[in-house]
């Protein structure tokens, strides 16, 4: 509830520009290998646990001596309060002083154990669903973007019986058996003991790059940026298959 001064606003641009300084010269050296301290970079949960570390190689190869911390869990850290250098997000931030970019567009579907659809039958239309099956999905009130509401999308009016605020939990639960849910493709694909259930109801949602406008042009989230696209870019299939 405060509001910053004539003279305030006046010093928080010079201090900005002190720490931009300053971050510059905590990087030192020239040349990617050259690259050294902490790359933060938040991701969610599910990107972050199942398409990211496939990729990690590619990344500590390159710059050796640059830590990294992957920040991946079910809410992201804050770029304007410098929790972390690099976002991934789920939806296009609205405001702040940041630089956002599609990284990429994702499919998720149903999914499903064997034992689970032995056990239950395998529907094969929308209706089915709100009739005969538990269905596997998110806490309504716990949600931390709107968009991971799914559920009418594959059929209008169908709610989730058994929820968690965890996409790796629900992944667990539809591997164990306990219902059917919507993964994404980049986890419901590899897990080779899951099926898709109703194919054709494809949801598709999207990958958005943030940086902190002050920061956007250092070399190390440059080159946490210029990851993340070759890394999407090549394995583009397995986001949307």
């Known amino acids: 509830g405060q509001v ?3 003279a305030g606003e006046a010093l928080l641009a010079r201090v900005e520009a002190m720490a931009q300084a300053a971050a510059g010269i905590a990087e030192g050296g020239s040349g990617a290998a050259a690259l050294s301290g902490t790359l933060r970079i938040s991701v969610p949960e599910g990107f972050g646990g199942w398409f990211l570390p496939r990729h990690i190689d590619q990344f500590t190869a390159a710059h050796p001596r ?6 991946a869990n079910s809410g992201l850290l804050s770029l304007s309060k410098r929790e972390a250098d690099v976002a991934v997000t789920l939806s296009r931030p609205k405001a702040g002083p940041v630089i956002a970019r599609k990284l990429s567009d994702y499919a998720l579907r149903l999914y499903a154990s064997p034992a689970y659809l032995a056990a239950a039958g395998t529907p094969v239309r929308g209706a089915d669903l709100a009739q005969d099956h538990r269905l596997i999905g998110y806490i309504p009130d ?3 973007d709107p968009v991971l509401r799914y559920l009418d999308e594959v059929h209008p009016g169908l709610t989730a019986s058994l929820r968690s605020s965890s996409i790796n939990a629900q992944h667990r639960l539809i ?3 306990a219902g059917l849910g919507v993964l994404p493709c980049f986890i419901g694909n590899a897990d080779p003991g899951l099926v898709p259930v109703l194919p054709e109801r494809k949801i598709v949602r999207s990958f958005w790059l943030v940086t902190h406008k002050d920061t956007h042009n250092l070399a190390r989230v440059r080159a946490g940026r210029d990851w993340l696209v070759d890394a999407v870019q090549q394995h583009r299939s397995a986001l949307l298959p």
């Open 142 to 144: 716990l949600l931390f």
């Open 4 to 6: 910053l001064t004539e």
């Open 175 to 177: 591997a164990a058996g």
């Open 66 to 71: 640059l830590t990294l911390d992957l920040v």
